[in-house]
């Protein structure tokens, strides 16, 4: 489903505009791949990712007695609300929180960055505090290698992140465009299976090797004059094109790490499938195990699915179009 947002995620809220309850409504996002492993110019990662209609993360944070977290991840939840509310320096006992549907988590769709901004941002504005998501990302231990995350929480479309350099804050939005709208995302889902993710994730990043320049230039190129010259020009083709290249790239330097250029071979088997079919665009979201490919239009991405679906027992799809605004923060 899309969410419409009410209020902006940046929306500054001052003392007079205190809520009893916040809803945040936020949505997956795709990480399209890296840009520099290499990290040869003094920056490392860099990312090009795009935001989802679906699935999504759905929260209400009021006013309650006591402290209390229901619903979706509740240990998960339960520690972010507690650090935002001692860093705030509030009642650490008078707040409820019921998360209504979450992102899949180790699906490779960003669900813990988009579930900590979408609890700092229901205690900020629940609190009338003036929104940070940039700060709440650096305390929450969210954007330690990708940006996408936090950009596309707070502006939707597809962005690219400048990666991590010597200071210590989240990486730069170099470049923001809205996703064209008759393009859809085929989602290839794989439940059996979870990405890499805390401890393991960064356990596989120390024993990769750096990738080669000649690589990280590749992709460089690829993302700056393909890939975003594709959104721009509404060529789902050239944005296809330079996304499939990258992710052979980015997918076999992780291969040592994630057992092969994907994550799930039956994700895997189903891509090929839809790349043989017309679509384009063909990836792994970060670690996995989802897998997306790209259509134009809404009939021909559902029939491409059906099809897919069909031959691919175990896996699930969605067909889902791409978020052309932030998280919606809605007090009442």
Not at 27 to 56: M, W
Not at 198 to 227: H, K, N, Y
Request: proline share 6%.
């Amino acid at each position: 489903m899309r969410q419409n947002a009410e209020a902006p995620a940046d929306a500054r809220v001052g003392p007079s505009a205190l809520a009893d309850q916040v809803t945040v409504c936020c949505s997956a996002r795709l990480h399209l791949g890296f840009l520099d492993l290499n990290g040869g110019l003094g920056r490392r990662f860099g990312s090009l990712g795009l935001a989802l209609d679906a699935p999504c993360t759905r929260l209400t944070l009021r006013r309650a007695q006591g402290l209390r977290v229901t619903g979706a991840e509740p240990e998960r939840a339960t520690r972010l609300l507690t650090e935002m509310l001692r860093h705030s320096g509030l009642d650490e006992t008078g707040h409820a929180l019921a998360i209504a549907e979450a992102i899949p988590a180790h699906a490779g769709l960003g669900s813990g960055t988009q579930l900590a901004l979408a609890i700092a941002a229901a205690l900020r504005r629940l609190h009338g505090l003036p929104p940070d998501p940039a700060a709440d990302a650096m305390l929450l231990g969210r954007g330690a290698r990708s940006g996408v995350g936090l950009h596309l929480f707070r502006h939707g479309g597809v962005v690219v992140d400048g990666g991590r350099g010597a200071r210590e804050q989240p990486p730069p939005l170099l470049s923001r465009l809205p996703v064209p709208e008759d393009w859809r995302v085929v989602l290839v889902l794989d439940p059996a299976r979870q990405g890499l993710a805390g401890g393991a994730e960064i356990d596989a990043f120390a024993g990769l090797t750096p990738l080669p320049e000649a690589a990280a230039a590749e992709i460089c190129r690829l993302v700056l004059m393909q890939a975003l010259p594709g959104v721009a020009e509404d060529d789902i083709g050239a944005f296809g094109a330079a996304v499939t290249r990258m992710q052979e790239i980015v997918g076999d330097h992780f291969a040592p790490a994630q057992g092969g250029r994907f994550t799930s071979p039956p994700v895997a088997a189903a891509l090929a499938g839809l790349r043989a079919a017309g679509a384009v665009g063909i990836g792994q979201s970060s670690w996995g195990p989802t897998g997306f490919a790209f259509i134009r239009g809404e009939a021909a991405a559902r029939r491409a699915a059906d099809a897919a679906a069909a031959q691919a027992a175990g896996l699930d799809f969605m067909v889902c179009r791409g978020l052309n605004h932030g998280a919606s923060v809605a007090a009442g």
